[in-house]
């Protein structure tokens, strides 16, 4: 049955690597909001070196998908061994409580661009192992 209740679609747009709009203040990275709201957030994330990425965490109130858009990533577990190598239009599923990182891997010196797509729940996020969510780092997804 459907709602009675109606909204309007809201519609967004990712303009590329060097377009503007980037509300990310590291260096390296750049990141474009698309959605953000009491349950779902998702972003454009570009991470312009190889070796660039976010630090080893964890979320224990958020289901994340991550899709390349272009590039390449490595997406690596607390034990520093890669579990997913991902190509473009390649993506992958981190359910709450995996703790992860992960880094552009392309050879190409290519920027990855990744699509992050995230379901909150009510619970407080008290993920682990960055200083903010999505924390990041350049050269290796753990602190050295």
């Known amino acids: 049955m459907a ?3 109606q ?3 809201a519609v967004y747009r990712y303009p590329g690597p060097t377009g503007s709009g980037s509300f990310s203040t590291q260096p390296g ?3 474009f909001l ?3 709201n ?3 957030i998702s972003t454009v994330q570009v991470f312009n070196e190889k070796g660039d990425g976010v630090k080893l965490h964890f979320h224990n109130n958020e289901d994340g998908y991550w899709m390349v858009l272009g590039g390449r990533a490595q997406f690596f ?3 520093d061994e890669v579990v997913v190598d991902l190509g473009k239009f390649e993506g992958v599923f981190v359910p709450r409580y ?3 990182y992960f880094q552009n891997s392309d050879d190409s010196g290519a920027p990855l ?3 992050r797509v995230s379901h909150h729940s009510n619970e407080k996020d008290d993920h682990e192992g960055a200083e903010e969510l999505g924390a990041y780092v350049t050269k290796r997804g753990k602190d050295d």
């Open 38 to 40: 009491d349950i779902c």
């Open 113 to 115: 661009e990744i699509l």
């Open 3 to 5: 709602s009675e209740t």
């Open 7 to 9: 909204t309007e679609l």
């Open 98 to 100: 995996t703790r992860y």
């Open 29 to 31: 990275r750049q990141s």
């Open 34 to 36: 698309m959605v953000n």
């Open 77 to 79: 577990n607390e034990k």
